[in-house]
């Protein structure tokens, strides 16, 4: 095991987060990950770190299948001018993951609390959600609450955000 990944594992159970973890095949693609992971339990998301025009970034969590407006999403998480991808580098230098292994358990690295987590309204719902550990050759399944407390644990509050709706009637809230 990484030292990354023994990490965000050691700080789940010091949360007295559950999770289970599971070997996935490497993928970089929300299709790659469908296809490789078969009957896998649970909902399956797509992770985008993204930046305003001032570099305010977002780390937005929605469903796989979610359409995202990235002209109009901004309008709905506070930001400033359209949002964009961030760069690999940063994803690096931020998070401390590789494009492809993206995940909110990624915000153990920010510090800084430099990255605002956007989760699509629809997550919380789910009964279990699954994320990289960190790496892409494994998924670990949480369940929403335990998410939220991960993310609050690690000095942020997330901003939950209809996506599907963003363009016409988005709206925002706390969780």
Do not use: W
Not at 78 to 101: C, I, K, N, W, Y
Request: glycine letters at 8%; aromatic letters at 4%.
């Amino acid at each position: 095991m990484t030292d990354a990944r023994e990490e965000l594992f050691d700080r789940l159970a010091e949360l007295g987060i559950a999770t289970s973890t599971v070997p996935y095949p490497a993928h970089r693609t929300v299709e790659e990950g469908i296809a490789l992971r078969g009957d896998m339990p649970g909902r399956f998301t797509k992770n985008l770190l993204l930046k305003d025009k001032k570099g305010t970034l977002y780390l937005l969590v929605a469903g796989e299948d979610q359409p995202i407006d990235l002209k109009t999403l901004h309008r709905h998480v506070g930001g400033r001018g359209q949002l964009s991808f961030a760069s690999a580098d940063t994803m690096r230098t931020t998070l401390g993951v590789e494009p492809g292994a993206l995940t909110p358990f990624a915000i153990i690295h920010d510090r800084t609390c430099e990255v605002r987590v956007v989760l699509d309204d629809t997550l919380p719902g789910a009964e279990q959600l699954n994320f990289h550990p960190l790496v892409n050759t494994q998924s670990t399944g949480i369940r929403p609450a335990d998410l939220i407390a991960f993310i609050r644990a690690h000095g942020r509050e997330p901003l939950v955000v209809c996506v599907a709706n963003a363009p016409a009637q988005g709206r925002s809230e706390q969780v």
